[in-house]
């Protein structure tokens, strides 16, 4: 399937004005089965953010290809276990040409859709034209559409080989005994955990908030961004300190750009990484330069990350005493906030660490590392054999967010070449 037909397949919701992102209430999209991110590329010039996920055993190496293009694009496994974003993270998700089997395991696949589409959220599907008389996939589509009902979505549109399912805006039909044939999950089911948690057969409940407010309650994109979003309250924060932990990343970015003038200019970076999120501020302060950030979670630090996601931003869980899954070379800058002094009270290597983001990182990119200043003083001794070179340093103990001797310290990866391959290419 073209991108002119997925996106006159999505032009049949019918949104006012032909407006994709529906005047700014759709703006988190998953693109699952994604190739090399054609349809992320194409939305964003309509303020729709999409996190494409390549199925790790077929299609991995077109993650590459999509991030080389600065599109957000992560390795994933559509299998046992979680993917690695909270519930009630898209407003879409999308699988076009799709050969992906959602009828395995009592529906787990499609459950798992289920638990990260926000209230009123559409699944788009469609199989390739190709199959369109196949005797299977007639069969496929026949089974998938009895699923479906079961889990009490419903046809927003439907055209040839495609159809856009919407999910419930509340869970008043999953109360009704005679309706229900799928069982809610437990209790004690926590549906925004996500680090090597088994996904589940059961339909994931909204929230109270949800059910009262018969939706996500989310303000319009790009509103969206600077609004405290509801679930605040589920890590007691107030309005007023979402609002602070804004205006003062806001002030950082700001600083960074100052020191790092005039290295890094307007066509210098596109894709980021933030490797310490948070509420993703650092990201929200970027939101007028043309560029996309990884907001990333600790896994056992707060589970922050339906957070970002409800800011109308992207992210995912990881821990750092691991390797990241994404090819070398694919991030222009790697923004570090404690996580070194992070790993050390977990006993893993900071050398390991420094090697892991000089394998992400691309040639010619940055790091800017905002930790103790006796941190900073360790990874200057790792410049010259990271082929690294510092560009700037400031103390930031005036910042009064923050205590002890944090500062800040911004290096560039250097394009360099090993002396056999110096050799070859002359």
């Known amino acids: 399937m073209t991108l002119v037909s997925m996106v006159l397949n999505w032009q049949m919701l019918n949104f006012s004005h032909n407006n994709l992102n529906n005047e700014g209430r759709l703006r988190t999209v998953l693109d699952v089965g994604c190739g090399v991110a054609s349809f992320g590329a194409y939305l964003l010039s309509s303020d729709i953010i999409a996190m494409s996920l390549a199925p790790n055993d077929v299609h991995q190496n077109q993650i590459q290809f999509a991030l080389e293009r600065g599109i957000p694009a992560y390795l994933g496994v559509l299998g046992t276990k979680r993917l690695p974003s909270p519930c009630r993270s898209f407003e879409l998700a999308h699988c076009s040409c799709c050969r992906i089997d959602w009828l395995q395991r009592d529906v787990i696949l499609l459950l798992e859709l289920d638990r990260l589409l926000r209230p009123g959220g559409y699944f788009a599907y469609s199989s390739p034209e190709a199959y369109a008389q196949d005797e299977e996939d007639l069969r496929i589509w026949t089974e998938m559409s009895v699923l479906v009902e079961r889990m009490r979505w419903r046809i927003a549109a439907k055209r040839n080989q495609t159809v856009i399912w919407q999910k419930p805006l509340t869970n008043d039909c999953y109360m009704d005994e005679n309706l229900v044939q799928i069982p809610p999950c437990r209790s004690d089911n ?123 931003l992207i992210g995912t869980t990881h821990d750092w005493c691991e390797a ?97 391959s110096v050799r070859n290419s002359g």
């Open 324 to 420: 990241f899954s994404t090819y070398p070379r694919t991030y222009d800058l790697l923004h570090a906030w404690t996580v070194f002094s992070d790993i050390e009270k977990k006993g893993c290597s900071a050398e390991d660490l420094l090697l892991e983001m000089d394998r992400i990182l691309r040639p010619c990119g940055f790091i800017i590392i905002r930790d103790k200043q006796r941190v900073i003083d360790s990874v200057r001794k790792y410049l010259s054999a990271l082929h690294w070179e510092a560009v700037a340093t400031a103390d930031s103990s005036s910042d009064s967010e923050h205590e002890g001797d944090e500062a800040v310290f911004i290096v560039q990866k250097k394009l360099w070449l090993t002396s056999e």
């Open 190 to 312: 926590d549906p925004d955990a996500v680090w090597g948690v088994r996904m589940e057969a059961c339909i994931t409940p909204y929230s109270d908030h949800d059910q009262k407010a018969k939706g996500s309650g989310l303000a319009p994109w790009p509103a969206r961004l600077t609004s405290p979003p509801p679930r605040l309250a589920d890590f007691g924060y107030s309005n007023e300190m979402f609002v602070k932990d804004t205006e003062t990343w806001h002030r950082r970015v700001e600083s960074y750009w100052n020191l790092s003038s005039p290295k890094i200019e307007d066509d210098t970076l596109r894709n980021l990484m933030d490797m310490k999120a948070q509420m993703g501020s650092f990201a929200a302060a970027l939101k007028d330069k043309n560029v996309w950030v990884m907001n990333v979670i600790p896994e056992d630090g707060r589970n922050t990350l339906k957070l970002i996601y409800d800011r109308g």
